[in-house]
């Protein structure tokens, strides 16, 4: 009697459960919600595996995630019939992902090195936290957890709630307006509308998102939010900056030694939020000095006209139509500056 008790118990809660995520389901999809996957170490780690890949029909690409939002992965595979592995990271330093590639014996191919300067020239710790423990994931995973990551990529292709960046409990609840107040530390947020990520880790607005100024604002705010905070940081010593120099020629000249390719990018942003860029870190400085010490090619933004001049629609990303743009613009640059060749492009000359 007591086992059919249980029983009874155990299928009501399963109806309950499976009839509460139904219903969120339907509701986020009544909301416009389109799937997006997780972009932890897992996915990270899935396209990490990529990069032994042949040079000639691979390009492997790091920074942060202006490289994410502002490359069209569609776009790239179209025209240069590479596959594009993409190892950059949301608000995060690339350069332990740099050297992790160096360190990589077996790494080889073309590596494309996008630059925000004010994360790639930065030795905060919670700049290099993601990077840092997605690498140590990749070379510390079991089978346990890749056979996880392989069951769980079709859920998240079909079910949207199971984003839990932002529809987890723990996501709405940080939603929650709590002012802050002295010992409590209230980080902005970011509307799901801004990032939804696919499977390749490709980021992108929704088209929600560039038509509303609200949301754009709200963006705007979180991009102001951190720069009256970078404002009140210590400025990083000469001798700081001189050993990031360093390390990166050290780990650019390993993977050069190895027959493979590096050049660097810098990608749009606009408005205030490039003029505070531009001020901070001045071009001879930083970028100039950055292609000088590594003797490596770069393509800044404002060097050609063809890119120059992109509206952000928060100041820092492309849009997803002026995505696909700057890409092909981006291609014709690597082709008919930089020498690259694509053999298999569908739009080669």
């Known amino acids: 009697m007591e086992n059919k008790s249980l029983l009874k118990s155990a299928i009501l809660m399963v109806i309950i459960t499976l009839c509460v995520v139904l219903c969120w389901e339907i509701y986020l999809r009544n909301l416009g919600v389109n799937n997006s996957y997780d972009d932890g170490p897992p996915l990270w780690s899935y396209s990490r595996e990529k990069v032994y890949q042949s040079p000639s029909s691979t390009v492997v690409f790091i920074g942060s995630s202006r490289n994410k939002y502002d490359l069209d992965i569609a776009t790239w595979k179209n025209q240069t019939g590479f596959d594009a592995v993409q190892l950059a990271i949301e608000g995060s330093c690339p350069r332990p992902i740099l050297e992790d590639l160096a360190n990589d014996p077996n790494f080889k191919g073309k590596l494309i090195i996008d630059v925000t300067e004010g994360l790639f020239f930065s030795n905060a710790p919670p700049n290099n936290e993601k990077p840092i423990e997605n690498i140590k994931y990749y070379h510390d995973r079991t089978p346990a957890q890749q056979a996880s990551f392989v069951l769980n990529e079709p859920l998240e292709s079909f079910f949207v709630f199971l984003d839990k960046d932002n529809f987890s409990l723990n996501a709405k609840m940080d939603e929650m307006e709590i002012p802050s107040r002295p010992g409590v530390f209230m980080m902005p947020i970011f509307p799901w509308e801004f990032n939804r990520n696919t499977f390749d880790r490709q980021s992108a607005m929704t088209k929600d998102f560039v038509t509303d100024p609200k949301l754009c604002d709200q963006v705007k705010g979180v991009w102001h939010f951190f720069s009256e905070m970078n404002k009140h940081a210590p400025r990083m010593p000469e001798k700081g900056l001189?050993?990031?120099?360093?390390?990166?020629?050290?780990?650019?000249?390993?993977?050069?030694?190895?027959?493979?390719?590096?050049?660097?990018?810098?990608?749009?942003?606009?408005?205030?939020?490039?003029?505070?860029?531009?001020?901070?870190?001045?071009?001879?400085?930083?970028?100039?000095?950055?292609?000088?010490?590594?003797?490596?090619?770069?393509?800044?933004?404002?060097?050609?006209?063809?890119?120059?001049?992109?509206?952000?629609?928060?100041?820092?990303?492309?849009?997803?139509?002026?995505?696909?743009?700057?890409?092909?613009?981006?291609?014709?640059?690597?082709?008919?500056?930089?020498?690259?060749?694509?053999?298999?492009?569908?739009?080669?000359?």
């Open 242 to 349: 001189n050993d990031i120099f360093k390390s990166v020629k050290i780990a650019i000249d390993k993977i050069k030694s190895r027959g493979g390719e590096v050049i660097f990018v810098r990608t749009p942003s606009s408005g205030p939020y490039y003029e505070g860029e531009n001020m901070a870190f001045p071009r001879e400085k930083y970028w100039n000095k950055l292609l000088q010490i590594t003797n490596c090619p770069g393509i800044h933004f404002k060097d050609y006209p063809a890119i120059a001049n992109f509206n952000c629609p928060e100041f820092s990303h492309l849009s997803p139509a002026d995505a696909k743009i700057f890409t092909q613009h981006f291609i014709e640059i690597l082709k008919n500056e930089k020498g690259w060749e694509f053999p298999f492009s569908k739009n080669s000359n």
